[in-house]
């Protein structure tokens, strides 16, 4: 990566909005990620984090605001470009970890065809070199090489998470967009996978957004938080920053509300 | 290497009938490189504030704190991960780590953040567990499971894996035996040779005394009665 491109934000989200009727999903949402950079989303059920990050995502079409992707052929509105466009860049540049499993796999086909799909989608042909790459994803979401040939409807929740994840990853994405990755998760299991993201963020140089409501999820991985109330950013900050010296009445009170063990 | 000028800090407590507690006033202090300056005064007088605005994790409500060249006052987050990455390293009185990873990766990763080879990291963070007697076979472990010295000599093997040009200390030597403890020093000696700068909070006089150049007390900060 050249020293330009480190300081051209990879997002630019500038003035989003959502609204469901009269109703406010989000609106007035302005921020830039830098590439490296992990951002967390919190905010409590019907915060509008969800719908920002579909926004974005761009699985809902937002009503105002632009949402600027530094492509390869520079930045472009990702929210006006056509259909077609978008949904390369989301098989390329971009991936999406559903909290549920089953919303990011297909769950009749084998966990290395679940990898090596996405490899085909943006243009592999060679069966070997799919099935071996597909082996090596399994291998470092630590799925055992003799599961290969398995569907994931035989997989434990934590294995579907981490085989999402494999699948999201083996194209070498830029951005990755997370909704709840560890939620539904024993926490022994998402101690696990915290460690295995972390991992990978680091060695891929990724870019991620991470959606969650559990405030020690996001001081272990994300650099920068934003917490959202009512559709609205309250406070925006270094994570440990926000977490330790909260400075918005709602971030006060969520932060003091989280049970200590 | 530290300059902070004019700082003050206050929080309000937006729960608690928007209380405002003022801190700190007017806080002045400078740390040259190769110096070391232990900050005193009883607890509660504000030791640990300043200590974690410096860090960054509370927030300055006016004033500077320059590190190495940023104020860290008014950085934008990613300027201030960068300083922490390369510049500022820290050795709190808690250990926080992702359950799970290895005592041995642990240490090794604020190499590994900077891109150092895994086998070199795992090299110096071995060499730095095995100064500081953590056995062997508890390497492999998570450190999560460990005794309280034993997590603290953990947290100090990971602040000084990267030779950070400068350093804040939060009661390094507490809770440690004679022996660890002059491994503890001896670090932290060989920090200020190498020209790094270091801010700490030592309760153990004698160390403070052993290493410490100059002494600030944080009382001369607090805020005065009106």
Known sequence: MNALSQHRPLLSVQHLGKHYGPRIGCTEISFDLYPGEVMGIVGESGSGKSTLLSCMAGHLV???GRVVFDTALGPRDTVQMSEAERRRMARTDWAFVHQNPRDGLRMGVSAGGNVGERL????????GAIRATAADWLGRV?????????????????????LQIARNLVTAPRLVFMDEPTGGLD????????????????QMGLSAIIVTHDLAVVRLLADRLMVMKDGRVVE????DQVLDDPQHAYTQLLVSSVLQV | ?????????????????????????????????????????????????????????????????????????????????????????????????????????????????????????RARAASLLTRLNIPKRLWPLSPTTFS???????NIARGFAHAYPALLLDEPTASLDAGNREVVLDLIEEAKARGAAILGIFHDEAARARVCDRLVDVRDFAVQAA
């Open chain 1, 236 to 239: 925006t900050g270094l994570t």
């Open chain 1, 120 to 127: 085909m989608a943006i243009g592999a042909r060679h069966y």
């Open chain 2, 148 to 154: 309280g010295g034993e997590q603290q000599r953990v």
């Open chain 2, 1 to 121: 290497m530290i300059e902070i000028d004019n700082l003050c800090k206050s929080f309000t407590l937006h729960n608690q009938g928007a209380a405002t507690i003022e801190v700190m006033q007017n806080a002045n202090l400078s740390v040259r490189a190769g110096e070391c300056v232990g900050l005193i005064g009883a607890s509660g007088a504000g030791k640990s504030t300043l200590m974690r605005m410096v860090w960054g994790n509370y927030l300055a409500t006016s004033g500077h704190i320059r590190v190495g060249g940023l104020d860290v006052a008014r950085a934008e987050p990613r300027q201030i991960i960068a300083l922490r990455r390369e510049t500022l390293g820290y050795v709190s009185q808690f250990l926080r780590v992702v359950p799970r990873v290895a005592t041995l990766d642990v240490v090794a990763e604020p190499l590994l953040a900077l891109g150092v080879e895994t086998a070199t990291a």
């Open chain 1, 62 to 64: 937002p009503d105002a």
């Open chain 1, 142 to 162: 630590e799925i055992a090489a003799d599961r290969i040939d398995d569907a994931p409807r035989a997989f434990s929740g934590g294995m579907q998470q981490r």
């Open chain 1, 187 to 202: 926490v022994s299991v998402q101690a696990r996978l915290l460690d295995l993201l972390r991992g990978l963020v680091r």
